[in-house]
């Protein structure tokens, strides 16, 4: 069971979640990962994919240094990253 939201994670959405899931240009990775740990537990999934290749390195040290990416997917040139928050 789950609910989907909708939303512009930085102005429209309250709360903490288990899934977090970014699919759009690495700028509003970028933007939107400042504040993502506000909207995380312990055991929160964070999923940033349309991270085209070139960026990778700018998401990356935009990411909170609390945050871990424990996962890394790429297909032609774009890249999914999944992190979660270090134990």
Aim: glycine share 6%.
């Amino acid at each position: 069971r789950y609910t989907g939201i909708k939303g512009n994670l930085a102005d429209e959405v309250n709360g903490v979640f288990d899934v977090i899931t970014a699919n759009i240009v690495a700028d509003a990775i970028i933007m939107l990962s400042g504040d993502i740990e506000k909207h995380m537990n312990e055991k929160t999934v964070y999923i940033m994919s349309g991270i085209i290749d070139t960026r990778l390195d700018n998401v990356l040290s935009a990411l909170p240094e609390s945050l871990e990416v424990v996962e890394q997917y790429e297909d032609k040139g774009w890249l999914c990253l999944v992190a979660v928050k270090k134990p």
